[in-house]
């Protein structure tokens, strides 16, 4: 065996001194010649390119092998024999990737390519004196034909990184982030944002809400997620805006949860009161992600945003009852108490702003009790572009809320229900909280019966609240009628 080796390495160092002499000796022009006549006898031999695909580069971990072995994890279950089942921190699924020496034949616009998984183990010879664990090295290798080589580079790779994307992102656990105040941010080294894994088991299928109102909002929310060159093509930034409005108790923050787990999306919950100024705001929109839910709950009473439009013009019509310099004066007051605060201004450059663009794929959300108290300028269409409103529980709701707590889908004491529903005005929560069973047995026509008398009792509050409403109407109607008379 060492008699052949050594043959053959004699033999290749004769045929390169040959190469290289023919290359002094024959014109520059011909060798080129049998140079090209070379490649392409090689090309026919053996027509195959291989790219290799470490794990780590330049010392850091290579992305697009990550994203690789999640596409590869999804096509080797059918053709590997042996695969590596792994769970990581932030994946809420099993990962199954190729185990060493595995490879997978994968198929795109109808030419065959191969993958195939490597790993090598190597000594740390590493100074420093103590026994290093030996260090491990992952490759991937995708072989295909020479003659399909820019399909490959130009669209199958970019192919190949969007579908790990999309599993990545599937697979990946959502978040709910808070705002931390800004004195935090460097006195205390944390960042902008902290965050836990967002478990709320809120979906579209136990909220209480009629159904083709469901139905229009997951519509809504499906051509948002597949919208991208739509929005591109007439020019917004692909966010959208909702507003949640309705008497408290109807839903709004469940509504905002099977949003989230709708779309697998991470939820920002931003404080207002925690925020300093708009240059504040703005970096925390510029640290949000892409495919999130920015959140702002009651923003009535999150600050104070409202009536700033009435005061100014009250303000204008004071200044020009005085003379000039008491007007500038009281221009630049005015301009250092707005200086350094949150605005209703930032708050709107916040939402669509040239600023709101710094990200794609998102959706910001509004909530209220009280949809009137609100600047119209912070609602309107195109900043708030769907309104929703959240109202008080209705028999179709109802049913839902019935199945989800009770498990059935019909009883007799449903059209008892039914018809009080329409009579009095209740929450969904309220309505929840009488159909949970108090006791072990958890019969539904206990749940069922003590639904009715709450709701009778709401009946018959609402006959007494209608009546005073009434007397009062009707005393105050015959004092203005007196007065009247005694004016007359």
Known sequence: ????????????????????????????????????????????????????????????????????????????????????????????????SLDDGEEVIDEFHGVKLKWNSYKETFPDNSPGGRSQPPIEKKWYTLTFNRKHQDMVTGQYLKHVMLEGKAIEFKNQKQKIYSNNDSEYWYWYGKGMWRHINFEHP??????????????????????????????????????????????????????????????????????????????????LLMETTSKSIIVIEDIDCSIDLTGKRKKK???????????????????????????????LSGLLNFIDGIWSACGQERIIIFTTNHVDKLDPALIRRGRMDLHIEM?????????????????????????????????VDVSPCDVAENLMPKNASGMPEICLDNLIQVLNKFKKKARLSSKKNKKFSTRLFKTCSSLKLMFE
């Open 313 to 343: 013009k009250k303000k204008e019509t004071t200044n020009n009852e005085e003379d000039e310099d008491s007007d500038s004066s009281a221009e630049k007051e005015s301009y250092n108490k707005e200086s350094g605060k949150l605005t």
């Open 391 to 423: 109202s008080y529980c209705k028999y179709e709701a109802f049913k839902v809320l019935a199945r989800n707590y009770l498990c059935i889908e019909t009883h007799p004491m449903f059209q008892e229900i039914q018809r009080l529903l329409e009579e």
């Open 202 to 283: 809120a979906t579209f299928d136990t909220l209480a809400m009629d159904p083709k109102k469901k139905e229009e909002i997951i519509n809504d929310l499906m051509a948002f997620t597949k919208g991208k060159d739509y929005y591109s093509k007439v020019g917004k930034a692909w966010k959208r805006g909702y507003l949640l409005y309705g008497p408290p108790g109807t839903g709004k923050s469940t509504m905002i949860a099977a949003i989230a787990n709708f779309l697998n999306y991470d939820i920002y919950d931003l404080e207002l009161t925690s925020v300093k100024d708009n240059s504040e705001l703005k970096k």
């Open 1 to 96: 065996m060492v008699d052949t080796l050594t043959e053959l390495c004699s033999k290749l160092a004769g045929l390169m001194f040959i190469l290289g002499t023919i290359q002094q000796l024959v014109p520059h022009s011909f060798y080129k010649r049998i140079k090209s006549l070379w490649h392409r006898l090689e090309n026919y031999v053996n027509p195959y390119v291989q790219i290799t695909i470490d794990e780590y580069s330049n010392n850091k971990r290579n992305e697009v092998y990550a994203l690789i072995k999640f596409y590869l994890g999804t096509k080797s279950n059918k053709d590997a024999k042996y695969l590596i089942a792994e769970m990581y921190k932030k994946s809420k699924s099993l990962a199954v």
